[in-house]
């Protein structure tokens, strides 16, 4: 099997990078960060990828007249490099449909909570403060909405009565680490299928190619 040639978008720390860095190095994942593309130019993400000598693209909104012409470059960049999967990892913005369209059923999106409970910028916080006694991480196709779209895998992480955000937090990001590379590694083998909302993981021997 070819490595799977992913295109990684980041705003900041990039811990979830690193994980897809490390799995693909020790051959965990079949699969080869080609591109990662920032929209925050202090990005710690982008020294990650400098570090891994993968290509780091720093892309500013604020150089673009339009949402719609910021993501076209997004969608060049991802294309230039030959990126067959997009994976949103800790990237703070909605994505524009020039990159949807350009990679259809072919982007994925990370989530610090269970959809559809906390979307936004703070799920980790969110979830703290309404009390939950259970939470978790999301991986999800991404569509036009935020935090949106139909669920790949989701894993819960319980909150504990002394837990704090940071607690919390490092708890929720261990089992990022390990579910957004296990649903990489579902779409390299062909095992999913989306149905609706629903996505379907199918058996390691009926592996099929998603359209
Ligand atoms: C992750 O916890 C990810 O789920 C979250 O940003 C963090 C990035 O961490 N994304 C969202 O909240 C999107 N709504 P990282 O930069 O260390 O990988």
Known sequence: MSALRLGVLVSGSGSNLQAILDKCASGELPAAVTVVVSDKADAFALERAARARVSAVHINRKDFESAASFNEEIARIL???GVELVIMAGYMRLLGKEVLDAFPNRVFNLHPALLPSFPGAHGIVDALDFGVKVTGVT???ASDVF???PIILQEAVP???DDNEESLAARIHAAEHCVLPQAIKLFAEGRLAIEGRRVRVLPEKDKSVIP
């Open 159 to 161: 909150v504990n009565d």
């Open 79 to 81: 294309i230039e490099h």
């Open 139 to 141: 991986v999800h196709f």
């Open 147 to 149: 935090d949106d779209g």
